[in-house]
Nanobody, 126 residues
Framework: QLQLVESGGGLVQPGGSLRLSCAAS????????FGWFRQAPGKEREGVSC????????NYAGSVEGRFTISRDNAKNTVYLQMNSLKPEDTGVYYC???????????????????WGKGTLVTVSS
């Protein structure tokens, strides 16, 4: 059974850091692009970052550019999101998603994702 499980969320003060992990089971990461999305209270889910299956293409939302870093470790079947200089507006539930792609440099959007995790809550507050 294909499954994505996020972890690493929690409460952090503004300016702090967290590293989210997305552990995949039931499949290997090689042919999949991954994305991180988030949903703040009362708002729609938005894309945060994505990484292609080869790792050669990486995109970030403008609001997190320079502060967040996405990476993947295919040997560990895990994708990461390092979040630094966190702001209160980064608060929300963070979701990991995967899309099988034939284009190794493709970074699919929300509607192209095949699998989703259940999310992990990040709260940035003093």
């Amino acid at each position: 059974q294909l499954q994505l499980v996020e972890s690493g969320g929690g409460l952090v003060q503004p300016g702090g850091s967290l590293r989210l992990s997305c552990a995949a089971s039931g499949f290997t990461l090689d042919s999949y692009a991954f994305g991180w999305f988030r949903q703040a209270p009362g708002k729609e889910r938005e894309g945060v970052s994505c990484i292609s299956s080869s790792g050669g293409s990486i995109n970030y939302a403008g609001s997190v550019e320079g502060r967040f870093t996405i990476s993947r470790d295919n040997a560990k079947n895990t994708v990461y999101l390092q979040m630094n200089s966190l702001k209160p507006e980064d608060t929300g539930v963070y979701y990991c998603a995967a899309a099988k792609t034939s284009d190794t440099r493709s970074c699919p959007g929300y509607y192209a994702m095949d699998y989703w995790g259940k999310g992990t809550l990040v709260t940035v507050s003093s």
